[in-house]
Nanobody, 115 residues
């Protein structure tokens, strides 16, 4: 059983930065791929970024060059550094992990980008 808990969401002005964290418990953290998804009001959940067990990353085109995903296996934590935030980045951000053939999700953290 894996549990994922996000933190770090909040309100920020356009052009600002935020760091999201996802703390994991259960399973063997170092061997499961992780990622961040987001869901804006009235839209479907979409992939933001993923990182595999050896640190290879991929990003949605909309966030490339602005967001950076990383993981600290010793701390069992994943991060999302978000820079140059835009109003269209406003969404609930979810932490995702895949372990033992199952998808696991956090409860989500709200990011609001507004002036």
């Amino acid at each position: 059983q894996v549990q994922l808990v996000e933190s770090g969401g909040g309100s920020v002005q356009p052009g600002g930065s935020l760091i999201l964290s996802c703390a994991a418990s259960g399973g063997t953290f170092s061997i499961y791929p992780l990622g961040w998804f987001r869901q804006a009001p009235g839209k479907e959940r979409e992939l933001v970024a993923k990182i595999n067990i050896i640190g290879i990353t991929n990003y949605a085109d909309s966030v490339k060059g602005r967001f950076t995903i990383s993981r600290d296996n010793a701390q069992k934590t994943m991060y999302l550094q978000m820079n140059s935030l835009k109003p269209e980045d406003t969404a609930v951000y979810y932490c995702w992990g895949y372990y033992g053939g199952m998808d696991y999700w956090g409860a989500g953290t709200l990011v609001t980008v507004s002036s």
